[in-house]
């Protein structure tokens, strides 16, 4: 904020990029500054703009910053020039240009005191109240004029109608009073309501970055509402176009002004102390410092001001104020909600709202505007969380952000790729892992699908999960991650934390997780992907996991498939919209060996399957496909792609291919052929695999009928997947075989059981 002066109305340019910003100070003006509400604001501002000459935003300094953008700001400058052009015609306004005879006083003073008033005073500070005043007066002195005898009068009112009407010809040609025309209708001179309609600005609170546009749309049609903590989400569809409104009404924005105040003295405090970056590598342990000593602080503030305030609301001000000294601002409650998925942020910065992806709206634009002063505050303490560059030699940053409530992927690009400055891009990751009952649940796979893909993770199979952005490839890895039983160790690679390793060893995994360098980042001491595959082979007995295949790594990850495979399993993403998509990218993209390719057992794609009139998507796996053995130069051409699932859009939902059905499957029937009770026997593999498709469908119908959706999460579904493999080891040390009824009966037993005592406690 720049140092003025405490003059009411005192103020100063600042220049932004393009922007050319009027900032003035009202920090001891008695009344709020919006040219909507306050003539003096208005008739101030004109007087400032005359001076102040070029400017393409206003902003107005007190409690809260008051912000009128461009289209605003052109508004009241036409309405300023217009009064300065006014002021140089002293002819017009001292009548001696229209008075025939000036020893006649008749009227002159009522005339002149009138006229001067309005040009003077009102133009300034309501220019729609003096152009129907004029109305009126034209309307009477027409009137007026008509039913005048005495000559030399005569001559007078014409001068006088003249000018009226020349003033009321200048003023009408104005913008604002074009927008204002429609509306005028019952408008009663003084009243400011009018100015509303064409006067929104954007406020925020002083010691805030973020603008938000914090009026509802009078046009906009509200679809839902709900809460996330303590502020408040509204949807709304907009008249003018197919896109949604997000409007967030954060609690920061609803403050009192002691708490303001409080506000504003204890981050003044905080920003003497700027973490160092030491200090980024534990994020979680920074907050919860800097917590303490916000909530110490803003004790001692209220304390000392007399200001009286509940636990609860001193616990609300150190959130808000640890949110913007150290986090991320609007953009952690953003992450907070579980219904985004994605968050786009533009360049240039104070100029274009976010963007989000919400998981019931699809796209929608949000009422918030970062600043170019927060975008730089995120990138600085992006580098210092990834320990990555961003400059003019690596413009790009993948990282990841983890703040209570919420993960995130972050991608930002700045110039010289960006010439316009910073840009983001958040992808919102789950707090806890996806499960396959979860994906059950949200129709992205059915019980067989998640039955099968259950049987191919106990078969140590080696898999890729395809799909375009956004399709849910990571989540879907994740869901499969939480298939492998606990027993066995599992490394994970991914140069951006995306999967779920924190969450999975808090439940009791035995999991590493390895970060390696990106493939855009130039100049780091990170270790190539390459290299961390080939590390994990001299690192003992392990399931691998690779967060996305993108480039040479990918002959690596070839290279720990063939050595992995039938002992653990080994999976990874890749962007492809179909098994010969995915061959196409390995093979003729990333160069590993047509050969090498066969290593590869099972594809499964994922993809967004839209509506007819494409304002829906829903995510869907449309394929799970094996890859047979037998060809040579196209697995395409020469059969080496069989289809076990393909989805139906008839049906929406995957169907069994006749393979499937028949048993015609080289990788269920090697899998089949390493387990001595379904060697050579097919059907007790299909009663498997539809043993663990019933056992998943049953999760989601006992969540659904006790309303209890936790029962889909991955620490309760972990539970059902220990208790499904311990009560088949007992069955089969009881009776000699995998009995699917004698086990079903078992773990729904259990699953009543674990819900009663889940019920009662």
């Given at each position: 904020m720049p140092l003025f002066n405490k003059t009411p109305f005192s103020y100063d340019i600042i220049r932004e990029g393009e922007e050319i910003i009027l900032q003035i100070n009202c920090e001891t003006y008695s009344k709020v500054?919006?040219?909507?509400?306050?003539?003096?604001?208005?008739?101030?501002?004109?007087?400032?703009?005359?001076?102040?000459?070029?400017?393409?935003?206003?902003?107005?300094?007190?409690?809260?910053?008051?912000?009128?953008?461009?289209?605003?700001?052109?508004?009241?400058?036409?309405?300023?020039?217009?009064y300065k052009k006014l002021l140089k015609q002293k002819d017009a306004l001292t009548y001696s240009s229209f008075v025939y005879d000036p020893s006649c006083t008749k009227c002159i003073t009522s005339w002149y005191t009138d006229?001067?008033?309005?040009?003077?005073?009102?133009?300034?500070?309501?220019?729609?109240?003096?152009?129907?005043?004029?109305?009126?007066?034209?309307?009477?002195e027409a009137i007026a004029l008509q039913k005048e005898q005495d000559q030399r009068c005569h001559k007078c009112r014409q001068k006088h109608l003249s000018l009226l009407n020349m003033l009321f010809q200048l003023l009408s040609k104005t913008k604002l009073i074009s927008l204002a025309e429609p509306h005028l209708a019952g408008y009663k001179i003084g009243s400011r309501a009018i100015y509303r309609t064409f006067f929104r600005p954007l406020i925020k609170p002083d010691f805030l970055f973020t603008k938000l546009m914090s009026k509802f749309p009078e046009d906009g049609e509200e679809l839902d509402s709900y809460t996330l903590g303590n502020a408040e989400v509204t949807i709304f569809q907009l008249p003018d176009t197919v896109q949604y409104l997000y409007h967030l009404n954060p609690p920061e924005f609803r403050l009192g002004e002691d708490k303001y105040e409080i506000l504003d003295s204890a981050r003044k405090i905080m920003m003497e102390h700027k973490p160092e970056k030491s200090e980024f590598v534990d994020p979680e342990r920074m907050r919860a410092v800097f917590y303490n000593i916000g909530h110490d602080l803003i004790e001692e503030l209220t304390d000392f001001k007399k200001i009286k305030m509940s636990e609860k609301e001193i616990d609300e001000l150190t959130q808000i104020?640890?949110?913007?000294?150290?986090?991320?601002?609007?953009?952690?409650?953003?992450?907070?909600?579980?219904?985004?998925?994605?968050?786009?942020?533009?360049?240039?910065?104070?100029?274009?709202?976010?963007?989000?992806?919400?998981?019931?709206?699809?796209?929608?634009?949000?009422?918030?505007?970062?600043?170019?002063?927060?975008?730089?505050?995120?990138?600085?303490?992006?580098?210092m969380v990834s320990g990555r560059p961003l400059d003019e030699a690596n413009?790009?940053?993948?990282?990841?952000?983890?703040?209570?409530?919420?993960?995130?992927?972050?991608?930002?690009?700045?110039?010289?790729?960006n010439p316009s400055g910073l840009a983001y891009a958040f992808r919102r990751h789950r707090d806890k892992p996806w499960t396959l009952p979860l994906f059950i649940h949200t129709k992205m796979i059915n019980p067989l699908a998640a039955g099968i893909l259950s049987f191919l993770v106990d078969g140590s199979r080696t898999m890729l999960v395809a799909g375009t952005r956004s399709a849910g490839k990571t989540s879907l890895l994740a869901a499969l991650l939480v298939e492998i039983?606990?027993?066995?160790?599992?490394?994970?690679?991914?140069?951006?934390?995306?999967?779920p390793g924190e969450a999975?060893?808090?439940?009791?995994?035995?999991?590493?997780?390895?970060?390696?360098?990106?493939?855009?980042?130039?100049?780091?001491?990170?270790?190539?992907?390459?290299?961390?595959?080939?590390?994990?082979?001299?690192?003992?007995?392990?399931?691998?996991?690779v967060g996305e295949v993108r480039s040479s790594e990918a002959k690596s990850l070839y290279e720990a498939m063939r050595v992995g495979?039938?002992?653990?399993?080994?999976?990874?993403?890749?962007?492809?919209?179909?098994?010969?998509?995915v061959f196409d990218r390995v093979v003729n993209d990333l160069g590993v060996p047509r050969t090498s390719f066969k290593a590869t057992d099972i594809v499964v794609v994922a993809n967004p399957i839209r509506s007819a009139d494409g304002m829906h998507k829903w995510r869907r796996v449309t394929q799970i496909t094996e890859v047979r053995k037998q060809w040579d130069q196209d697995p395409s051409l020469e059969g080496g792609f069989s289809d076990l699932m393909k989805y139906d859009g008839k049906t929406d939902e995957l169907q069994p291919s006749d393979d499937l059905i028949n048993g015609d499957s080289e990788i269920l029937k090697s899998i089949a052929g390493n387990v001595k009770e379904w060697a050579g026997n097919w059907d007790a593999v299909w009663d498997n695999i539809m043993l663990r498709a019933k056992i998943k469908e049953t999760i989601v119908k006992f969540a659904?009928?006790?309303?209890?959706?936790?029962?889909?999460?991955?620490?309760?579904?972990?539970?059902?997947?220990?208790?499904?493999?311990?009560?088949?080891?007992?069955?089969?040390?009881?009776?000699?075989?995998?009995?699917?009824?004698r086990i079903f009966f078992g773990w729904n037993e259990w699953l009543k059981r674990s819900i009663k005592r889940k019920n009662i406690s």
């Open positions: 500054p919006a040219l909507e509400d306050d003539p003096v604001t208005m008739s101030k501002t004109c007087d400032i703009l005359n001076e102040a000459g070029t400017v393409s935003k206003i902003v107005y300094f007190q409690r809260r910053n008051i912000e009128y953008d461009y289209s605003q700001t052109t508004l009241i400058k036409e309405i300023a020039g217009l006229v001067r008033n309005l040009i003077s005073n009102t133009l300034r500070s309501d220019p729609i109240g003096t152009y129907v005043e004029l109305k009126r007066l034209i309307r009477e104020l640890v949110r913007y000294t150290v986090g991320f601002g609007l953009i952690e409650l953003l992450l907070q909600d579980e219904k985004i998925q994605d968050i786009t942020i533009n360049s240039p910065m104070g100029e274009i709202p976010m963007f989000l992806v919400h998981s019931e709206f699809g796209d929608c634009k949000t009422n918030i505007i970062p600043t170019v002063t927060e975008a730089e505050s995120w990138a600085s303490k992006l580098r413009p790009i940053l993948d990282t990841e952000l983890s703040i209570p409530g919420a993960r995130s992927r972050v991608a930002v690009i700045s110039s010289p790729l039983m606990r027993k066995y160790r599992m490394i994970t690679i991914e140069d951006t934390l995306e999967l999975l060893r808090k439940l009791g995994y035995n999991i590493q997780q390895m970060k390696v360098a990106s493939a855009m980042t130039k100049g780091t001491a990170e270790v190539s992907a390459e290299e961390g595959i080939r590390t994990t082979l001299r690192m003992g007995d392990s399931c691998l996991i495979a039938l002992a653990n399993v080994v999976a990874g993403t890749i962007h492809g919209d179909s098994p010969y998509g659904v009928k006790q309303e209890d959706l936790e029962l889909l999460e991955a620490p309760f579904v972990i539970q059902c997947n220990d208790e499904f493999h311990r009560i088949s080891d007992t069955v089969k040390e009881e009776v000699g075989s995998l009995d699917s009824k």
